[in-house]
């Protein structure tokens, strides 16, 4: 068996076959990639069978290209892999810039990568902007992906169906390995309480040690016990995403000097620092100052312009 195209198999495993690639179809490969089928004692570069299957009607990322030369020269195969991503809009020199390992990653395995992200149904300006923000995509082999892949919907317990959102959202996941960044940040998200992890999937690429527990510990700095601010971040885990100079720290002052409440009400409603200090925060609180009223925070920061606009008609 020796063909970078996927075939998903009725038991949730993949197995190649001899059939021509959908992104290269008359190129021979130099390259057998295989990778097993589910075990009973192990998951190895496998994904579940519940995982949509091929969309015809997604085009390939380039048309097919013809075999390249028989020689070995470095120069040569300089300009097939600069010609190659060009053929799929990538700039070449743009992503060495950005990723200097592209230059000598091989183009068997960068083909892989394409191939394999075209088998998830992934279209040409979806891997585009997967590369923009994920240059390390293309030194990474199919057999680099898949485990990623079998991560996120075996242990994270993410639906195949909502795949390519999450990889679209945070296309770092694929620079991850599973066993020191994605597994040890799930778990650790799993103790503190937080148990649909799958609705989270933009932490997973964080690490725990250097982003994950320095928010929960500014939080108890400022006189939350422990307990109290495992709850702000089961409530709203999207705060482990802040920045604490940009965002915590900023809106905190705010909120203590300029509003003068208590901390307790950001235990209720840790919400409060995804809204705008400028655009949103400040306005309003300043318009019930001058009106002389106190809203709760849902009520003075989630409504609608218009809808606050109406609570403060009475106190015209």
Not at 137 to 148: E, N, W
């Amino acid at each position: 068996m020796a063909d970078s195209s996927l075939h998903l198999l009725s038991n949730g495993g993949f197995i190649h076959h001899s059939s021509p690639s959908p992104l290269f179809p008359s190129l021979p490969r130099s390259r057998t990639l295989q990778f097993p089928v589910l075990s009973n004692s192990r998951i190895s570069f496998v994904l579940p069978s519940k995982l949509p299957p091929r969309n015809p009607s997604i085009p390939p990322l380039s048309p097919p290209l013809p075999p390249p030369p028989p020689h070995n020269d470095h120069h040569s195969e300089f300009q097939e892999k600069m010609l190659f991503l060009d053929s799929i809009g990538i700039d070449f020199l743009s992503v060495i810039k950005d990723h200097p390992p592209v230059a000598s990653a091989s183009l068997p395995d960068i083909r892989s990568a394409v191939d394999f992200m075209t088998s998830m149904n992934f279209t040409a300006l979806e891997f585009r902007r997967i590369v923009g923000m994920c240059p390390e995509i293309l030194t990474s082999r199919a057999s680099d992906l898949i485990p990623i892949f079998t991560f996120l919907l075996r242990e994270a317990r993410v639906d195949g169906a909502d795949i390519k959102r999450v990889i679209n959202r945070r296309p770092r996941l694929l620079a991850c390995s599973v066993k020191d960044r994605l597994r040890p940040t799930l778990y650790f998200l799993q103790s503190i309480g937080i148990s649909e992890v799958h609705k989270h999937t933009s932490l997973l690429s964080c690490s725990v040690e250097e982003k994950l527990i320095p928010r929960i510990e500014f939080f108890e700095n400022l006189g939350f016990s422990r307990r109290d601010a495992l709850i702000m971040f089961r409530r709203f885990p999207q705060l482990f995403c802040y920045s604490i100079k940009e965002n915590l720290e900023p809106k905190l002052n705010y909120f203590v000097v300029e509003m003068g409440r208590e901390l307790k009400e950001l235990k209720e409603f840790p919400h409060y620092f995804s809204f705008s200090l400028e655009n949103r925060i400040k306005p309003r609180h300043q318009s019930c100052v001058e009106k002389g009223v106190c809203f709760p925070l849902p009520e003075l920061l989630k409504t609608s312009e218009m809808k606050f606009r109406e609570k403060l008609e009475p106190w015209e």
